[in-house]
């Protein structure tokens, strides 16, 4: 029973390559056409693949239908939470999850600093679009049409002597962003508080969320929190693979 389940799965992902004939699949199989048949029968019984009218056989909507109630019913937040946690327990500064929906920036998780100085944000609450750095991966992931136009619609406050003054910085922002992977606010929202953060990506490679450390100066400097980095792209590429279930990509191979 294992083998013959084996064999009908590995039609999948050779017919996600593009329609092919029961000659083709049994080939690709080493099997009979007659085994390969009943494989494909059973395969399109259930709605996976599709026989079309040449004869060859193409993925079915069925499967395009489950792999899309699987995506919308994954919880990023519940799949992040315990790295989150992990981190926040190494480091000891405050951790947080943000999502970008209907043009908002929000957090939907916060785990809390160690340390006496605490931070404001709240879960549910927008983050200041124009500079928050979970906001630059976000947005940086967009089209650059939608980018320009998002850009051309925004207001660009100066928190501070560092937020990015207008529509033309905040797109060279983002490009430079989309390019390395990685965002910050270093006093770019508040004067005392620092920021880096990094993508988590679905299996698709785009960007479903954007995790982030932030720590006041009193408690480490800009350098300092620079430092950790890397250890922040490790929490979120590692939310990614559990996310997506594969390899993830990065913006070179989707562009």
Same mark, same amino acid.
């Given at each position: 029973?294992s083998?013959?389940?084996? %064999? !009908? ?24 056409k007659?085994t390969? +048949? ?7 019984? /259930? ?13 079915g909507?069925?499967l ?14 519940? @799949? ?11 480091? $000891? /500064?405050?951790? /947080? ?13 916060k ?10 944000s ?8 124009t ?9 940086a ?5 939608e %980018?320009?136009?998002?850009a ?11 937020? @990015? *003054?207008?529509?033309a !910085?905040? +797109? ?5 962003? %989309?390019?390395? $992977?990685?965002?910050?606010d270093? $006093? ?5 508080i620092?920021?880096v ?17 932030? !720590? *006041? ?15 922040? %792209?490790?929490t979120?590429?590692?939310?990614s693979?559990?996310?997506s $279930?594969? *390899? ?5 191979? @989707?562009?």
């Open positions: 029973m083998q013959t389940v084996d %064999r !009908a799965l590995s039609i999948l992902p050779l017919l996600a390559q593009g329609p092919a004939d029961l000659g083709q699949v049994a080939d690709r199989l080493g099997v009979h007659s390969a +048949l009943r494989l494909l029968r059973t395969l399109h019984e /259930h709605g996976l693949v599709y026989r079309q009218q040449d004869q060859r056989y193409r993925l909507a069925r395009f239908a489950l792999a899309q109630e699987a995506v919308e019913n994954l919880d990023i937040r519940e @799949i992040a939470h315990p790295h989150l946690a992990r981190l926040n327990e190494q480091i $000891g /500064h405050t951790v /947080h999850l943000a999502v970008h929906e209907e043009g908002e920036v929000l957090y939907i998780d785990v809390e600093s160690r340390y006496p100085v605490r931070m404001y709240r879960i549910g609450k927008p983050v200041a679009i500079v928050a750095a979970v906001a630059k991966l976000l947005l992931d967009l089209a650059e049409p %980018r320009r136009a998002l051309a619609k925004l207001d660009f406050p100066m928190y501070t002597s560092r937020s @990015i *003054p207008n529509a !910085a905040f +797109l060279k922002e983002l490009a430079t962003v %989309r390019e390395q $992977g990685w965002a910050t270093l $006093g770019g929202h508040e004067e005392s620092n920021c953060a990094a993508p988590i990506r679905g299996a698709d490679g785009r960007v479903v969320a954007a995790m982030s450390v932030s !720590a *006041p100066n009193v408690v480490v400097t800009a350098e300092e929190l620079l430092t950790l980095l890397p250890l922040v %792209r490790r979120a590429d590692a939310i693979r559990e996310y $279930g594969t *390899p993830t990509k990065g913006p070179k191979d @989707i562009a």
